[in-house]
């Protein structure tokens, strides 16, 4: 039996849906009795309100994704219900709802761009990368005015993780996201003027402030810039009201200014940022989540350089530098790159070294039957041609393979890796799926493990010099870009080109010869001092670098 509702019932849950004031508007509904004899609309707006209420968890967006694909599968001519089912799974972090609904509205219609966003997007959270940058392609084709606020930045960010992607055909996307930005920006120009700083103002614009990998390369830089040459602006993209916690509190002291911008609209936070008279602007962010490309691509300080957070061009017309190393980037590729790249002498980032690290295990497991394989990367990294490499060791040695999400633990996403496991033949008895550890725990796993397995063609970094600081060495891949070379600069830099394979075979045959634990055990023993005394762990001389450039860039 349907609920029927007054003039004023209505009224009154309008007024308070349209006023943001979801959780009442929440409550009022579910006092109405029976949610199911409620009519659709308000079963809509009540799932709507779930999934775009700033107070909601996991479980508010999950019920939210059970009410939408249920009206939807009622009524598939609903396709507000499917829009939303999209939006509440994405923030569920659930597929299980959502993709056989657009598999098969797909199968029917593929030109609806909402319908193959969808698809992007939720193979893109279930690591399905080849998938997401395949229905990321069709998007941008479908819709080619999306510029950097849409699909195409996505598309890009996505095309670090495939594996067949060249460098040229990252570098021809970027361009095409520089030509749309030009052709539909309605920013003013910034006019450049020689600003008359006592200090060289540097800000460094960034949403990850916060316990993020950025932070583990930022922390000790920041606190050893010459503060008396140079002026540190904070421009922090983290919602206060959220992240303001002790990592974020470190920075906030640490600048000479700090401020939220959040809630800044790009006109307004380019307005804002150039009236701080900025003399360097650093983007710590790239593609990645929380970026503000528009206020880098319309030009909001003198000098713009990216470092740290992405590992790649932006191919944006007023992005200046990049900061690499000689191992990352060839000189006959800098025209892949619309950046001017700026050689650091060894290793373009450097990691603060953590305070009460655990002891390392001195010698691989001898004493255990089976080799133990180890990778905490991302499962994102986890590409089509590793999972052929990986499960061919396993396969063929006698050994494990210990697995951890860096990014946490979501069902679906270890459910989705067993099956492409299961698809080359492999014994899941032989792989371990680790949950992710409290954070004073997590790096205790590295002595589950004899060597880490490191991803390809997109490597890991905060895992890897993790890894070494455990004294445990990365078996890493040969690369063709910035991206795809970090790992081999980890190494290079501490003279272990041996666990550098030069294809998926030579990777392979590494990975039996490494078996031999006699080998490990002198590298073993002494591989955390030999990192601890590394460039991997030099911030002092990465300081001194770093503010050479400042000054030499300035100038030019």
């Known amino acids: 039996m349907t609920i029927d509702l007054n003039q004023d019932q209505k009224i009154k849950l309008k007024r308070l849906f349209e006023s943001k004031n ?22 809509m707006g009540y799932a709507g309100s779930k999934t775009i209420n700033s107070k909601s968890k996991k479980k508010d967006f999950l019920k939210a994704s059970i009410i939408f694909e249920k009206i939807y599968s009622d009524d598939n001519k609903n396709l507000d219900a499917l829009y939303n089912l999209i939006l509440s799974s994405l923030k569920a972090e659930v597929s ?22 969808g698809l992007a997007r939720i193979h893109f959270q279930l690591a399905n990368m080849d998938l997401s940058v395949k229905y990321f392609s069709e998007l941008v084709k479908l819709n080619p005015i999306y510029t950097i606020d849409g699909g195409r930045l996505s598309y890009l960010a996505s095309m670090n993780y495939s594996s067949n992607i060249r460098q040229s055909d990252y570098f021809n996307e970027c361009k095409i996201l520089s030509n749309k930005f030009e052709e539909y920006s309605s920013f003013p120009t910034y006019k450049i003027e020689n600003n008359k700083n006592q200090r060289l103002k540097i800000g460094f614009l960034s949403a990850d402030f916060k316990d993020h990998s950025v932070n583990y390369f930022l922390k000790d830089i920041i606190s050893k810039i010459d503060k008396k040459k140079f002026y540190l602006i904070g421009l922090s993209n983290l919602d206060a009201s959220k992240h303001h916690k002790i990592i974020t509190k470190y920075y906030q002291k640490s600048f000479d200014e700090w ?39 319309a030009r909001s300080a003198k000098v713009q350089i990216g470092w740290c957070g992405y590992n790649n061009s932006l191919g944006i017309k007023n992005m200046d530098y990049l900061i690499a190393d000689k191992n990352l980037i060839k000189k006959e590729e800098q025209n892949l790159y619309s950046e ?27 004493n255990d039957k089976k080799f133990k394989f180890g990778s905490f990367n991302s499962f994102k ?18 050994c494990e393979l210990y697995l951890k999400n860096s990014s946490g633990y979501n069902k679906e996403l270890y459910d989705n890796l067993k099956k492409k496991f299961e698809k080359e033949k492999v014994d899941l008895k032989n792989i371990f799926f680790l949950k992710r550890s409290e ?11 004899d060597v880490a397995l490191d991803t390809f063609p997109y490597p890991g970094v905060t ?4 890894a070494y600081l455990m004294g445990v060495p990365v078996l890493t891949m040969r690369g063709f870009n910035f991206n795809s070379r970090c790992g081999e600069s980890i190494n290079i830099n501490l003279g272990l080109n041996k666990f550098i394979a030069k294809n998926n075979e030579d990777y392979f045959k590494k990975s039996i010869e490494l078996q031999e634990k006699k080998k490990l055990i002198h590298l073993r023993s002494i591989l955390r001092k ?20 400042f000054n030499k860039v300035v100038k030019s």
């Not at 307005?271 to 528009?294: A, E, P, V, W």
């Open 439 to 449: 954070k004073n725990e997590f790096m205790k796993d590295y002595h589950k493990i």
């Open 22 to 43: 979801y959780s009442k508007f929440e409550a009022q509904i579910e006092r109405l009795g029976n949610f199911e004899d409620l009519p659709i609309f308000l079963k």
């Open 463 to 466: 895992t890897s010099f993790q």
């Open 259 to 297: 401020f939220d911008i959040f809630d800044y609209s790009d006109k307004d936070l380019i307005d804002f940022i150039r009236s701080l008279n900025i003399d360097i602007l650093i983007d710590l962010n790239g593609f990645t989540y929380g970026n503000r490309i528009n206020v880098f691509a």
């Open 96 to 117: 299980i709802y959502v993709l056989k609904h657009l598999d098969n509205f797909y199968k029917l219609n593929k030109k609806n761009p909402k319908i193959v966003e």
């Open 381 to 398: 990294k986890i590409s089509s041609d590793v999972i052929k490499v990986w499960s061919k060791i396993l396969r063929n040695s006698n």
């Open 340 to 366: 001017k790249i700026i050689f650091f002498p060894k290793i373009w980032n450097a990691m603060s070294k953590p305070e009460n690290l655990p002891d390392v295990n001195d010698l691989p497991f001898k």
């Open 530 to 549: 030999k990192v601890l005394d590394s460039p991997l762990f030099d911030t002092d001389n990465f300081s001194k670098n770093l503010m050479a450039v």
